[in-house]
């Protein structure tokens, strides 16, 4: 498992939500994913992935955290091969 986390640290606020996420030199597609946003599960069921040439593209991210991305931590589980 591959795990893709922030930590917020400071007292920087805004309330917009993290829609999508990239991610640059992924090895293939994971299998499965979760997320926990300050440790409390998410469900992923809006969460579309997408995959190529070694680049993940996350989207449907702003049911997550609809208080703000910077409100707490967001962690990101990835289920991938190796």
């Known amino acids: ?3 893709l986390s ?3 640290k400071g007292e920087y606020r805004d309330g ?3 829609s999508n996420v990239t991610v640059a030199g992924a ?3 994971p299998r499965g994913m979760s997320f926990r946003l300050d440790a409390n599960k998410c469900s992923t069921a809006e969460v ?3 995959y190529s040439n070694g ?5 449907g991210l702003e049911d997550l955290n609809r ?5 707490g931590g967001l ?3 990835f289920m991938v091969e190796g």
Not at 55 to 59: A, P
Not at 67 to 71: C, F, I, L, M, P
């Open 48 to 50: 579309v992935m997408d």
């Open 1 to 3: 498992m591959a795990t």
């Open 55 to 59: 680049v993940l593209h996350l989207s």
């Open 67 to 71: 208080g703000g991305v910077w409100g």
């Open 6 to 8: 922030t930590r917020i």
């Open 27 to 29: 090895p293939d597609l």
């Open 75 to 77: 962690q990101a589980s």
């Open 16 to 18: 917009n939500a993290l």
